[in-house]
């Protein structure tokens, strides 16, 4: 039987938008808005609320049920209001691990992302801090809106009957601390390969160009958010920046703090997620993160936790494979003499949720491969409007875009990369957040 450690006092959470705090009678007209509401209510509740005094009895039931510890419902609300605009949560919670989703949110915000943003919130707080082991949620099959959220939540269908479809999402799905067993595996044989020099995608193309457009750094503080076995930590170090670096698998981080201090470099080296940055509010003059942000599941809260860690003014540097090419189905053409002339690519609207993709350093030779198995990575797409909206709906303000493309005297160097000029393989951008 698991441990469920249900909250003592109530938890309040935010995303990148929305601040999640409990129910309260202050909240009855807009729960009465909602319940009132057809087009919202029809989807949980048998009959629409005729009278405001039913809503305080739903605002009741849920302070009682979380002071038994029988379910935990949020209000939502946006950043510095106080007006809730629907509600999320466990409506109940078992001693069995499980937890029961509930959610609805006003018909005016329908459509805008805000209640994937909230969901991936509690989800992770209810697998992480409360122990649940397994989560369902049960939708009218003509729902496909709420349907469509869930499938890409990760919630696997478990059966449809009497016209609802019923939702399972268990702990241990591919979340961060998932992710963290893959780059565990991968991690020995990735140092050992890319400090022998077949990561040329990354030495000769996506960090030049990172560099590039990277401001001057000299003299701030920054953190270096999934930083692997410490490359490009160690050349913002050399840039002057004092460097706070972190990443989920221990065995990266072993790595790089062996190699930073053999360099002489002051770097501070943590294994912890992107997901719960272990840093104060207003800590940093600068994030960046080097092809890391796209490999985590909860996109959500790493974008809001960046935001939350850096100074007003400060800014947030990343790079990620690039939406638009890097697609579920993604095959490469060539002409007889193997130089690549066009990317087939396909199923862009389709987000990966996880799904396993086996791969190796096209540069690397069979001899340095011995004794090394190729890379398992979880795949996490998402479409290039989801990024910019996410960012800017964060309260960044987006600076610079760049899709770096190998000249060809860097192609004659490194003939691999020649098919980098066809499309763009990177996509990097500089927010920054308001002062």
Known sequence: MPHINFPESFPILNTARMTLRQVTHDDQMSIFANFSDAEVSGWFLDRPLEDPKQALEFIDKFQKDFRQGNGITWAITFKGQEKSIGTCGFDAVRRDGVGELGFDLSRDQWGSGLMRECLSTILVYGFGKMGLTRVEADILSHNIRARNLLEKLGFQLERV???????????????????????NKNADAWTHLARAGYDTYRNHLNTPAFLDMLPDVRGLNGVDIGCGEGYNTRLLAEKGAHMTALDISDVFVHHAHRENASRGLDIRSLNASAVELPFASLSFDFAAAFMSLMDIAETEQVISEA???????????????????????????????????????GDYFHEMQ??????????????????????????????????????????????????????DQVVAEHPNLQDAQVVPYFLIIRVRKPV
Request: zero cysteines; a negative charge.
């Open 161 to 183: 009957e009497n016209d609802r479809h019923y939702y399972f999402l268990n702990k241990g799905a591919m979340d961060h601390n998932r992710v963290r067993e893959y780059w």
């Open 307 to 345: 935001f939350r860690v850096l100074k007003p003014g400060g800014f947030l540097q990343f790079s990620i494979m690039h939406p638009s090419y890097d697609t579920p189905h993604r095959v490469k053409l060539e002409h007889e003499n193997g130089i690549a002339y066009a990317y087939e690519v």
């Open 354 to 407: 996880g799904e396993v993709q086996t791969w190796q350093f096209s540069a690397a030779i069979a001899d340095d491969m011995k004794g090394f198995e190729p890379f398992q990575i979880p795949r996490f797409t998402r479409t290039l409007s989801h990024w910019i909206n996410l960012l800017m709906d964060s309260g960044f303000q987006i600076e610079r875009i760049a899709e770096p493309r190998p000249s």
